[in-house]
């Protein structure tokens, strides 16, 4: 079992829809990133979080240490959003992150 | 400032030759990733740096794979003898520090081995 897990693997949703994915990991950790790939391979760093929650634009990340759980929410989605979303974490008293599967997102208009 | 750029951004080669990759961090950033990110897969750390050393290496796939950073900047993983199997897109990605700061990634070099 991989110690990061995204659901969905695959999201396809209409423009405007709220969107939520999420990252379930198995190990103690100290810190959790989002991450946004598009299509053309390029990485964007959207959070990283070790408690409570942040919010940018429409973008959300939330996390609960104790269920080892994140989300993250998308309001008003748009077809611009169409990436795939990688949740990474590091493990507490490590330096390397280990990457989800990552959640191919698709809004269409 | 500048981003993270790497280079090359593309590169074919034959099984067997060595190639090297490199990586130049945003100025001041102490700390250097590379990732590799298979087709179809998702990503793999290999190594990290902080400064000119490299605490981490337990990411290298094989003894065929080695990096080196100097002058706390500019750092190359270099693959010798490739094989088909190394062909993925190789990310490096810097930040401030180790801990507690976020990570900006390169457009990364897409290898391909034939």
């Known amino acids: 079992k991989n110690e990061v897990e995204q659901s969905p693997q695959n999201l396809t949703a209409q423009e405007g829809e709220f969107i939520t994915i999420n990252c379930s990991y198995s190990?103690?950790?100290?810190?959790l990133h989002w991450l946004q790939q598009h299509p053309g391979g390029g990485i964007v760093s959207l959070f990283m979080?070790?408690?409570g929650k942040k919010k940018h634009g429409r973008l959300i990340a939330t996390i609960n240490i104790q269920e080892k759980h994140s989300s993250l929410h998308i309001t008003a989605s748009h077809p611009r959003d169409s990436a795939v979303y990688i949740c990474?974490?590091?493990?507490?008293?490590?330096?390397?992150?280990?990457f989800g599967q990552g959640t191919r997102l698709t809004i269409n208009p | 400032g500048a981003g993270v750029s790497q280079s090359p951004s593309n590169k074919v080669t034959e099984k067997g030759k060595d190639v090297e990759l490199r990586c130049d961090p945003i100025?001041?950033?102490?700390?250097l990733y590379w990732y590799r990110q298979s087709l179809g897969q998702g990503l793999e750390f290999l190594i990290y740096f902080q400064g000119n050393s490299a605490p981490d290496k337990s990411g290298l796939p094989s003894d065929r794979f080695s990096a080196e950073r100097t002058g706390g900047s500019v750092s190359t993983l270099t693959i010798q003898r490739t094989q088909q199997e190394d062909s993925a897109v190789y990310l490096c990605a810097s930040s401030f520090f180790l801990i507690g700061y976020e990570q900006y990634f390169g457009p990364g070099t897409r290898l391909t081995v034939t």
């Open positions: 990474a974490v590091r493990r507490q008293g490590a330096q390397k992150l280990v």
């Open positions: 979080l070790s408690s």
């Open positions: 190990v103690g950790i100290s810190a």
């Open positions: 100025s001041g950033h102490t700390a």
